[in-house]
């Protein structure tokens, strides 16, 4: 019975009535939590999954945000740039109405003008008439009148002329300025017409058109963002290669440096076979040397122990334990002969004797896999196999496997000491290991049976250190790939080095191209700048413009009243010269005044004709400037609904409304937008819906999680609970047990303990057990009851002794013992009846019925101990007992009387238990 039976059992035989259901409770409660502590684990697992794959996937989502902000942007920006656009147009479309207005109110002054011109000069053309048929009248009655006048006339006239002259001057003066005023406004229009043409001809070819301009340029950015990223990336595969190439010769150093570390344990195993096998070592220097080795017909293999080691350097001492030293230091051979020429050279050469073994390499061998299921490990507490943990090369393992079949060797923890008596019965193992033991079974070729052996393992000496041949030859294989991969990579790096050359020379001359397309596009700025300045300059010629009719008109009066003047100096003359006549005067004005009115008529005529010509210039202007103003609104217009589909607002942007942005500002910002949109990766939409259903799934998760948590902390409540009502109570039970158990002990001189086992898991409570430790001798320690430690006896004599310290728990009318002595020695036997009629001789004590196959000698039986013999048999001898009570019983007595006298003492006590003295029931 192991140890968990037992405080089963106990708890049934004589705990309280609820002690062994909260027992069992316990065993269910700690098994719905290790099964909630699964789903916890699973849940969590499944969380951590989710959430890793979410994380995983975070980037693509932060990249589809980011593409759709940059759309955003993008969108916004070419709305505000055509909100700017239509403001501009608006600008100018302004300004070009203006001019027209302008032109307009020109016009109309000007049409003002022509028609009080026009009557003018009707009226002065009639006044002519006049003037003329007077002067004709009066031409033939002054004829020999003005003779008289001619001197003073001429004086007066010259003067006069003189005056008129300089007048005449002046406005001939006046009207070659306007000349060369309209000279310079021609030659300006004519440049504004031919920078206007250029301009036009760098629209037709849409060189200048910003829009082409700036596609071109985002073209050829984007080539050079192509380029710049192809230059980063082989900058980055140089420093990726770089990278590997320096961790390539770092792991060729670590790689040298374990190649010298193993040296280094190889000359440790060669200094241990120099101390403790120096005929061995002798042996290995001496085939060293190539002419020894020519005397062999064979290959001679130098010692296992140079080449064999193990994997987990604590189960050291197990290798050295199974596999013999002689096999680890023996010498091999694939010749046969080659034995005993080795055994012959070595004992000639200096005395020596050394292992020399012959083993060939089967053909196709492969190293065999472990024996054991995993189940079968799991069950008996087995953690490793032995082959698993040897590594050799083939040649030696060939010969370890049938030799010491590690493969059926398996090994395990300290646990195994307890599990020893059910890997016997249930399994074939031959033999196992702990770190500490070794266990050997054996079966018995007489009678079947199993017996066990046990020895301690000793300090490893020669298993302290691992290492393995394959991986040394993996190293140095290793260190070969690794150097040519290194120039592999500084190839690939000088490589690149060109590419990346062409790639800035590629670079320089999309840079070209770029201030190229801006050279021209900044000269057609200059162009439509100059267009503007010349503009501005025939506007200001314009202003420049004088009034000559005006000024003929004043000179007109200037003349005029010099000629009054004139007239009034003939009047005077006349008045003086009465004689002269009244006619002659008379004709000499009429013929100044009509020469007065000829000079009007010109002058008006001129004024009218020049007011036409302006008239019709304006009106063709006005033309000009209608269709002007008309393309300016359709732009205007088309701008604004292009504008308002962009943007979706019927008005432009605060900052366009405030000019606080410009179009080269967002120009700039949109070709930077568009440069980071094209480095970002599309993201299929499904990806953001994963996502977000992968999301959905971890919030379930962790709500499924919290209540799973929740469930958890309630049910270890209540284990803790219930282990509290449980423990306690059995602690005491067993205290109790161990008081009764040890002092039984105590009695017979021997030592023994009762306690509780826990087992590795506190919570465990099916692990939970009774286990007993004894000590039959003083020279051992307590060690825990096993059947493959005490003998059978000492296992019978503890048995009963614990069936008694339980019973002395127990508050019963009788107690009934059977064949309790079996298997027990003489010794034992006696110190078990002396303790039972010790514990029969007190009061109050229950009555005990013991059956047994003999009575023993020398035991003190007290008075109230009677014996019943059943069918005793001739050959008793009851002499030999001692007569306590005065009984009196000889051979011839035994008949069926007795049979009948014991059948109603029993039943008598049965009946008569309170009263009886308590009774040793002995039969055979």
């Known amino acids: 019975m192991d140890s968990v039976s037992l405080l089963k059992c106990t708890e049934m035989a004589i705990g309280s009535d609820d002690l062994s259901q909260k027992h069992e409770e316990l065993i269910s409660l700690n098994s719905s939590i290790k099964k909630l502590e699964y789903t916890l684990s699973n849940i969590g697992e499944s969380l951590r999954t989710e959430q890793q794959q979410n994380q995983r996937l975070q980037t693509d989502v932060q990249t589809f945000k980011e593409r759709q902000e ?47 011109l026009k009557k003018a000069v009707d009226r002065l053309e009639a006044s002519l008439g006049k003037y003329k048929d007077q002067a004709s009248k009066l031409r033939s009655s002054i004829v020999s009148k003005t003779s008289l006048i001619a001197k003073k006339y001429t004086s007066d006239r010259e003067n006069a002329d003189t005056a008129c002259n300089e007048i005449a001057i002046e406005i001939e003066a006046n009207q070659r300025i306007e000349q060369e005023r309209l000279t310079r406004l021609q030659q300006l229009e004519n440049r504004i017409r031919a920078a206007e043409s250029e301009l036009e001809e760098c629209r037709r070819e849409q060189t200048i058109d910003p829009d082409v ?33 320096a961790e390539l010769l ?18 440790a195993r060669l200094k241990f076979l120099e101390r403790f096998f120096p005929d061995v070592f002798k042996t290995l220097r001496f085939f060293e040397k190539d002419e020894n080795k020519a005397k062999l017909k064979g290959k001679l293999w130098e010692p296992p122990i140079l080449h064999v080691f193990v994997d987990d350097l604590k189960y050291g001492s197990v ?61 008996y507490h087995f953690e490793k196999v032995l082959i698993d943990l040897i590594q050799a090369p083939d040649y030696y393992m060939s010969y370890l496997v049938p030799t010491f079949k590690p493969e059926n060797v398996p090994m395990g923890g300290a646990s195994l000491d307890q599990l020893m008596d059910k890997i016997m019965d249930e399994t074939d193992l031959k033999a196992f290991y702990s770190e500490e033991y070794a266990y050997f079974i054996k079966t018995s070729s007489y009678s079947g049976s199993k017996f066990s052996t046990c020895t301690h393992l000793n300090t490893p000496r020669i298993f302290t250190n691992k290492i393995n041949e394959n991986e040394q030859n993996k190293l140095k294989d290793a260190v070969v790939h690794a150097e040519a991969d290194v ?37 057609y700025s200059k ?29 007109a009066q200037r003349s005029c009243a010099r000629r009054m003047t004139q007239l009034e100096s003939v009047e005077a003359g006349e008045k003086s010269m009465a004689v002269v006549g009244y006619e002659g005067l008379n004709q000499y004005i009429v013929k100044k005044q009509l020469s007065t009115l000829q000079s009007k008529i010109i002058t008006k005529q001129n004024q009218y004709e020049e007011a036409k010509t302006n008239i019709v210039a304006l009106t063709s202007k006005l033309k000009e400037a209608g269709a002007q103003v008309k393309a300016a609104a359709e732009q205007s217009a088309k701008y604004k609904s292009d504008a308002m589909e962009q943007t979706k607002q019927d008005s432009p942007p605060e900052d366009v409304r405030l000019g606080t942005v410009s179009e080269e500002a967002l120009e700039r910002d949109l070709s930077l937008a568009k440069v980071r949109l094209e480095f970002l990766a599309e993201i299929h939409p499904d990806v953001i819906r994963k996502y977000q259903e992968r999301c959905g799934k971890i919030d ?27 423990l306690a109570p059995l602690s005491d039970l067993v205290e109790r047990i161990n008081e009764n158990f040890a002092g039984f002990f105590a009695n017979m001189q021997c030592a023994g303990r009762v306690y509780l086992d826990q087992g590795t898991d506190e919570n465990d409570f099916s692990k939970y057990g009774i286990k007993i430790k004894v000590k039959f001798r003083a020279a051992e320690q307590l060690t825990e009851l096993s059947g493959w430690k005490q003998s059978g006896g000492e296992r019978a004599i503890t048995t009963a002794l614990y069936v008694l310290a339980l019973q002395e728990l127990t508050t019963v009318p009788f107690r009934v013992i059977d064949e309790i002595n079996q298997g027990m020695d003489a010794k034992n036997e006696a110190r078990f009846f002396n ?42 001898n009851l002499q030999n007992f001692t007569d306590s009570q005065g009984l009196a019983f000889s051979a011839d007595e035994e008949s069926h009387d007795d049979v009948d006298e014991s059948s109603s003492s029993t039943e008598e006590s049965s009946e008569e238990e309170d009263d009886e003295p308590e009774q040793v029931d002995l039969s055979d």
């Open 70 to 116: 940059l759309n955003d942007k993008i969108n916004s920006l070419k709305g505000k740039k055509i909100w700017i656009l239509y403001q501009n147009s608006l600008t100018d479309f302004n300004v070009l109405k203006e001019q027209e207005n302008k032109l307009l109110k020109n016009k109309h002054e000007e049409e003002k003008v022509v028609a009080p």
């Open 213 to 245: 301009v700036q596609q071109e340029i985002a073209s050829l950015n984007r080539k050079k963002t192509e380029v710049n990223r192809q230059i980063v990336e082989t900058n980055l595969l140089d420093e990726q290669d770089t990278a590997s190439r």
């Open 250 to 267: 770092r792991r060729i150093e670590n790689s040298n440096n374990e190649l010298k570390r193993m040296e280094v344990m190889r000359v």
């Open 319 to 379: 290798a050295e334990k199974h596999i013999r030293a002689s096999d680890l230091t023996a010498f091999y051979c694939e010749h046969k002969d080659d034995v005993y020429t080795v055994s012959d050279l070595v004992a000639k050469e200096f005395k020596a004797r050394v292992s020399v073994i012959h083993h060939v390499c089967p053909h196709g061998f492969r190293k065999p896999k472990s024996s054991f299921s995993k189940e079968f490990m799991q069950k």
């Open 487 to 523: 120039k592999k990579f500084e190839a690939a790096i000088q490589l690149r080095s060109a590419g990346l050359r062409k790639l800035e020379d590629e670079k320089a001359s999309i840079d070209t191209q770029i201030r190229e397309i801006r050279s021209k596009a900044d000269h």
């Open 527 to 555: 162009l439509e700048s100059r267009v503007k300045a010349m503009n501005q300059q025939a506007r200001n010629l314009e202003a420049e413009k004088k009034d000559l009719g005006e000024l003929v008109n004043r000179a």
């Open 700 to 726: 379930e998760l962790e709500s499924a999680k919290g209540m799973r948590e929740n469930e958890l902390e309630q049910l270890t409540h209540n284990l803790a609970e219930t282990k509290a009502q449980w």
């Open 835 to 876: 303790l039972l009629c010790s514990l029969a001789e007190g009061e109050n004590t229950p009555q005990y019925f013991l059956l047994t196959p003999k009575m023993l000698p020398d035991v003190h039986y007290p008075d109230n101990v009677e014996f019943h013999f059943i069918l005793s048999g001739p050959h008793v």
